[in-house]
């Protein structure tokens, strides 16, 4: 199945909203970092698509028909390439509330995650997952600096107008969470839903997703 919506936001910028959201719009299926560490074996996907550019994608994306978050967002201009047809959406959120959101959730329990002394099962199997992230987001994308917040958000700036210039304008919604339905309804041309927008994974629940992965529960963002 071919992706037809494709988020690029950074984590923390409202994606697991966004995944609720395009569920409740008709897009059932929506990849986000969840369905990764719910399926850790499809970490090799990623990396061959980090890496090369490329991967199978009927593989990587049975089944989905859209994507969100953490791995997607990285690999974004792979994804224009393969899915020219599809709409990019571009969560946004104010950058010094975003840097403290993402410090004290994702790269909290990566590191957190690297300094156990001794794993447990569950840890073992989403380590490819977790590895990922250190690698790809931290290493990669913000160049082994992150806690240098004032060149994270040059980065992030980087990013966001390398995006302005490399996705077409008619085919990018630049979208901030708080927004509500009407400019994604407006943007996918569908009608407004009757019920609330689904605001999800606040930091909290984020915590309680990381903690329920490492006792070997199922991964849902909330």
Not at 59 to 80: C, H, I, M, N, R
Request: hydrophobic share 40%; charged share 25%; glycine share 6%.
């Amino acid at each position: 199945m071919a992706l037809k919506v494709i988020g690029t936001g950074l984590p923390r910028t409202g994606t697991a909203s966004l995944k609720g959201a395009l569920q409740l719009l008709g897009y059932q299926q929506t990849y986000h970092m969840d369905n990764l560490l719910n399926n850790p074996s499809q970490v090799h996907y990623w990396v061959e698509l980090f890496d090369t550019g490329s991967t199978d994608y009927d593989a990587l994306f049975e089944g989905f028909a859209a994507s969100t978050d953490f791995p997607g967002f990285f690999a974004y201009k792979a994804l224009l390439k393969q899915y020219p047809d599809s709409k990019f959406i571009l969560t946004t959120r104010d950058p010094d509330i975003w840097y403290e959101s993402i410090k004290n959730t994702v790269y909290q329990a990566v590191t957190a995650f690297f300094q156990k002394d001794t794993p447990t099962d569950s840890m073992r199997r989403v380590e490819g997952v977790f590895q990922l992230l250190d690698r790809y987001l931290f290493g990669q994308f913000f160049k082994g600096t992150f806690l240098d917040k004032e060149k994270t958000l040059s980065l992030v700036n980087a990013y966001l107008d390398e995006i302005n210039a490399i996705i077409p304008a008619d085919k990018m919604l630049k979208y901030e969470i708080s927004e509500g339905w009407q400019p994604l309804c407006d943007f996918l041309e569908l009608p407004v839903p009757e019920f609330e927008f689904p605001y999800k994974n606040k930091r909290e629940d984020f915590n309680t997703m990381i903690a329920k992965m490492l006792s070997g529960q199922k991964m849902e963002v909330k």
